[in-house]
């Protein structure tokens, strides 16, 4: 089964393969990048973003979340090309994040990326039938009918949602000074608002909160109208992150402790040869020579 996005819509795409509880993969092409998504018995099961689509892959929505760090990031894919596992596999083994964590992003990967391919107007699809056994360390299938709902309700309100706030990137924080009840809120609000204490920029808020961008912006919306938060639009080459900042401040005082160690064996060194000059001299050794006789 393949053809043209324009002919066969993708709700109706999705629809077909869950009604027919097919297994396979459907990928759809659009955009210069290619996203697939895998079936089994009609459910979607795991999603493969296109690798020029690094804010979709699991590694970086997890480093985003402060799951794992660039080094632990590089590492396990690393060890993921030499061994043939899956990133998640691996993390699961080497106990790095629990199961429900992953299952959490897992489930983020899958609607994120759906609600991508839904923006397509143009573009290709291809479905492609086998068996599919869904991995035993993965998070719970997802029946596309309930994943398209929220996918509508996406293109419907996520622009309204975002009329709120800066047209482009912007800065979000808690207001100071506002006393704050958070069994008021709801809990998404609740989630939303302690992510708030990890970064000022709102896509890494959504990610440590596990939300996606329309969960997270209607959240952001609600407690901007309640007062409760303050935002400002960000210059080009100015967005500022408190997690860049601990790095930059890290990298500086490494650069310190560098020279400091610099000038530490410098002042060594020359002390060295100045202790050797004067020890080796004729006079320090014609007193040497006395002391000797002396005795």
Request: net charge positive.
């Given at each position: 089964?393949?053809?043209?996005?324009?002919?066969?819509?993708?709700?109706?795409?999705?629809?077909?393969?869950?009604?027919?509880?097919?297994?396979?993969?459907?990928?759809?092409?659009?955009?210069?990048?290619?996203?697939?998504?895998?079936?089994?018995?009609?459910?979607?099961?795991?999603?493969?973003?296109?690798?020029?689509?690094?804010?979709?892959?699991?590694?970086?929505?997890?480093?985003?979340?402060?799951?794992?760090?660039?080094?632990?990031?590089?590492?396990?894919?690393?060890?993921?090309?030499?061994?043939?596992?899956?990133?998640?596999?691996?993390?699961?083994?080497?106990?790095?994040?629990?199961?429900?964590?992953?299952?959490?992003?897992?489930?983020?990967?899958?609607?994120?990326?759906?609600?991508?391919?839904?923006t397509f107007r143009e573009g290709e699809y291809r479905f492609e039938g086998f068996?599919?056994?869904?991995?035993?360390?993965?998070?719970?299938?997802?029946?596309p009918d309930v994943l398209m709902m929220e996918g509508m309700q996406f293109l419907?309100?996520?622009?309204?949602?975002?009329?709120?706030?800066?047209?482009?990137?912007?800065?979000?924080?808690?207001?100071?000074?506002?006393?704050?009840?958070?069994?008021?809120?709801?809990?998404?609000?609740?989630?939303?608002?302690?992510?708030?204490?990890?970064?000022?920029?709102?896509?890494?808020?959504?990610?440590?909160?596990?939300?996606?961008?329309?969960?997270?912006?209607?959240?952001?919306?609600?407690?901007?109208?309640?007062?409760?938060?303050?935002?400002?639009?960000?210059?080009?080459?100015?967005?500022?992150?408190?997690?860049?900042?601990?790095?930059?401040?890290?990298?500086?005082?490494?650069?310190?402790?560098w020279i400091y160690a610099a000038l530490w064996a410098g002042g060594a060194m020359?002390?060295?040869?100045?202790?050797?000059?004067?020890?080796?001299?004729?006079?320090?050794?014609?007193?040497?020579?006395?002391?000797?006789?002396?005795?």
């Amino acid at each position: 089964m393949q053809g043209k996005i324009a002919d066969f819509s993708i709700p109706d795409i999705f629809q077909l393969i869950s009604s027919q509880g097919k297994s396979g993969a459907l990928s759809i092409t659009g955009k210069e990048r290619v996203t697939v998504f895998l079936f089994s018995e009609g459910r979607i099961v795991d999603v493969q973003p296109d690798r020029r689509e690094a804010r979709s892959l699991l590694g970086t929505m997890l480093r985003d979340a402060g799951y794992l760090t660039d080094s632990e990031v590089k590492r396990f894919l690393d060890a993921q090309s030499a061994g043939g596992k899956k990133l998640g596999e691996l993390l699961i083994e080497k106990g790095k994040l629990s199961r429900e964590v992953l299952s959490r992003y897992l489930a983020l990967q899958i609607r994120e990326c759906l609600f991508d391919v839904l923006t397509f107007r143009e573009g290709e699809y291809r479905f492609e039938g086998f068996s599919v056994r869904p991995a035993t360390w993965g998070g719970e299938s997802i029946r596309p009918d309930v994943l398209m709902m929220e996918g509508m309700q996406f293109l419907d309100e996520y622009p309204l949602c975002r009329q709120k706030f800066p047209p482009g990137p912007f800065r979000v924080s808690r207001k100071r000074g506002e006393r704050v009840d958070t069994y008021a809120f709801s809990e998404p609000e609740r989630v939303l608002w302690k992510a708030l204490d990890f970064s000022e920029d709102p896509d890494r808020v959504f990610r440590k909160a596990c939300m996606t961008g329309l969960e997270g912006i209607k959240g952001l919306g609600a407690l901007l109208e309640r007062g409760l938060v303050e935002v400002s639009a960000v210059e080009e080459g100015d967005r500022i992150d408190p997690v860049q900042r601990m790095r930059k401040a890290l990298s500086s005082r490494r650069r310190l402790l560098w020279i400091y160690a610099a000038l530490w064996a410098g002042g060594a060194m020359a002390a060295a040869v100045w202790i050797r000059n004067a020890l080796l001299s004729p006079g320090a050794t014609a007193v040497f020579a006395g002391w000797v006789n002396f005795f």
